[in-house]
């Protein structure tokens, strides 16, 4: 007999069980293509600043400021991708890899309408919100440069995003990475051509930055959607599953939109910080970016880790095993605080060489190594909090999640930020110092939390 191609039940029934097995083994199966996507698009976000700084003080900080704004909007879709990730991961973990894909098709829906929606907004308002931060005019001119494109291209990002963590709350995370590493590549490569006119390419600055990342957007919804329809992983999508169903997207808001607001809370407190160290000057400003960026390096580790645990405690959640998505969160954690601990230190012997990366300029590389030696003693802790405040969000609990989100940054941080550098006397260093205290203060609030065990009866 002819042989037939796998029905989908068929590949269900070969898929990789999460939910049996050593735990350990589980998470750095799950999480380690996590490691590497979530690397790779802050790689690219560390690249486009190494070339934006050949530009200078004044692009690094309008850059710089840019991309706090888009991580406003982009906290927002984290914020939607939650509901989703918490939705696919109980339907997949109980076995109904159908009710599954039935959620992610809704899920496309939902980001496509979302990031038309960011485009219009974006586009409209851009220059008279940048222009409420009061930077100096050329560096205000070099970041609403590099909004309008990114804001321009957001409309596929939204489907994009919702489908490729989709796949990833399937317990597929090496799809995603797949699709990542191949945008990424594209976006890398071009990229310096775009800013520095390169060849026969013409100079366009910022805008180039932008230009590279809309294309590689472009590009990995196209991939996405193939595979998606296709059934290359544990989804697949029919026609049917595009016709919207209010009741599924109702779910998914419920469930997402605290955490929306936790992200996009946590994500305008970067701009009222951003704010705040403004008056310092560029020099202030632009080495705040340069630390940002560093941050970057870590927190892949950090959202990936975080993320692979809430995948597991919905899987868990999903079969009835609430004791092991419980241990899951324990073992992320203590996997990222190793790692932080070992981040830390090469900060505390490198900060010079690791902020000498993104510019040559010597006053901003000492700035930036002081802010990156005081963020150190946050980063002691701040594997705690982006761990277990994801897997109790991906178990479904977002309410408790943002609440100690909101706390951290509108009760501790701001006002620390606000008091410290007149109070005590610190200039800006007193913003970096108020950050480091915020921090601790959500590390014993989620772990507090998450002993507490509520978060294992959610249902969603």
Known sequence: MPETEPTTDEKTAKKRDWTKGPIVS?????????????????????????????????????????????????????GLIIGVRAMVSRYSGAGDMRGASRVAGQAVILGAIWGLTVTVGGVLLVKSVFGLFGMEPAATAEGIAY?????????????????MYSIQASGDSVTPMIVEASTRIVHIAICPFLVLGWGIFPRLG?????????????????????????????????????????????????????????HTQKSLGDLVLAWLIVPFGTLAVAAHS???????????????????????????????????????GWTAMGGMEIFMAV??????????????????EGDLIRMGSEFLRIAAAGYIVIGTVFVLQDCISGAGDTVPAMIGSIAMVWVVQLPLSFLLPRVGGLGVYGVRWAIVIATFTGAVFYTAYFISGRWKTKTV
Request: aromatic share 8%.
């Open 343 to 360: 981040f830390c230190a090469a900060i505390l012997l490198r900060a010079e060489a690791i902020v000498g990366i993104f510019t040559v």
């Open 26 to 78: 589980n998470l750095l199966r799950l999480a380690w293509p996590m490691v590497i996507m979530e690397s790779l698009y802050m790689l690219g976000q560390i690249i486009d600043m190494i070339w934006v700084g050949r530009l200078g003080p004044d692009a690094i900080a309008g850059v710089g400021m840019a991309n706090i704004c888009v991580l406003v909007v982009m906290s927002m879709d984290i």
């Open 290 to 328: 340069l630390v940002l960026r560093v941050e970057m390096l870590f927190l892949a580790v950090g959202i990936a880790l975080g993320s692979g645990a809430g995948v597991l405690a919905g899987l868990n959640l999903g079969a009835g095993r609430p004791e092991r998505a419980e241990k899951s």
């Open 206 to 262: 910022v805008s180039g930055a932008a230009i590279s990342n809309v294309i590689s957007s472009f590009l990995g919804i196209f991939i996405i959607l193939w595979i998606l329809f296709k059934g290359r992983g544990q989804l697949k999508l029919t026609m049917k599953d595009l016709i919207p169903a209010p009741d599924i997207i109702w779910r998914m808001l419920k469930i997402g939109i605290p955490s929306l607001i936790l």
């Open 147 to 163: 909004l309008w494109i990114i804001f321009a291209g957001w409309g596929p990002m939204g489907a994009f995003l919702m489908g």
